[in-house]
C-alpha cells in the first residue's frame, strides 16, 4: 500500500551522474515529493543550507567536495537526514559514510522502489527526532560563535555587533570554512546575483569584519589567497 505524503516533502539529490539525478527526480516527483538537484559537493551544500529540504540524497564521488565531507558539514548544524547514495564495492567508504553521520545508504544500482522505503523510513525517523529535541542553530569556528537563530556573533564571550550584510558575509564564510571562496562566488551569494556594484565591495567588507573581529581580538579569521578569495581556517 502507498502511503500519502500529506504536505510535499522536499529532497535535494546532490548527484553529479546527472542521467542517475534526473531519473530520480522524476520518480520522486511522480511519488508527490518535491525534488531540488545539485551536481557537486559545494553546490550541494549551498542549496543545502538556501532550501533546507527534508531529506538529502547524497552520493559519495561527487567533485569539488565528497560526499562525506558533504555530510559531515550538514550534520554539525542540522539533523536533516541524509542517504548516501554508494557505488559497489566502495564497502569501506560505507562504513565512513555512516560514520560521518549519514542516517542510511544505498548502492548503485538500486531499485527505486528501494529508495522510496528508505526514505520513508528516514522521514518517519526524522520527524520524531524534531519533535523530541531542537534543532542546533549554532555554527561554531575556533572561539568564534553564531547564533544563527538570533542572528547574534560572539568571539569567547563577547558580543560582536555586525551589520546584516557583514553577518550574512561571515556566516557564508565559516559555513565553507577552509575552502578558499572567490570574490564572484561571494558575491553572488551575499549580495546577489542582480547586484550591479563594483566588485570591491566584498573587500571592502572583509575589511570591515577584520577591524570588528580580527583587529579587535587579535586573530587571524580570514584568510586572503591573493588573486583568487578568502577563506576561513578551521584550528583543529
Ligand atoms: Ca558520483
Redesign the pocket.
Known sequence: MKETINEQKRVLII???TKLARFIELELKHEGYKVILAEDGKEGIDKFFDEKPDIVLL????PKLNGIEVCRRIRKESDTPIIMIT?KGETMDKIVGLDSGADDYITKPFAIEELFARIRVALRHSSKITNEKNINNILILNDLKIDLSMHSVYYKENKIELTKREYELLVYLVRNKNIVISREQILNKVWGYDYLGETNVVDVYVRYLRTKIDDKYNIKLIHTIRGVGYFVKDND
Open positions: 548527484e553529479d551522474e552520493d559519495l564521488m561527487l557505488a
